[in-house]
């Protein structure tokens, strides 16, 4: 499962054996080239999938920042999380 807008690329694997969505963030020095930059996005996706988190069932998730991430606000980038989480989450849901 893969979901992807201007500014993130996410990816959803299959189940894992732990029973519990994992994250992995891949957010290069060609998407923000100060480390406080990267780690302020890492921290707003994090906080996102924390929110999401008992809605995305036991899968594990790779988000990657994409270039333009780092001018946008805090707003912005959590409504395009929250719109790529329900995608993501919405094939998996149990039934």
Request: aromatic share 8%.
């Amino acid at each position: 499962m893969k979901s992807s807008d201007r500014y993130f690329h996410r990816a959803g694997s299959g189940v894992n054996a732990i029973g519990y969505p994992r994250l992995g963030l891949v957010i290069s020095r060609k998407v923000a080239k100060s480390a406080v930059a990267r780690n302020r996005i890492k921290r707003i996706v994090r906080e996102s999938f924390r929110h999401h988190q008992p809605s995305l069932g036991g899968l594990d998730y790779v988000v990657m920042g994409r270039i333009g991430v780092v001018e946008q606000n805090s707003t912005v980038l959590f409504t395009a999380l929250q719109r790529h989480w329900r995608r993501l989450a919405g094939p998996c849901a149990p039934s």
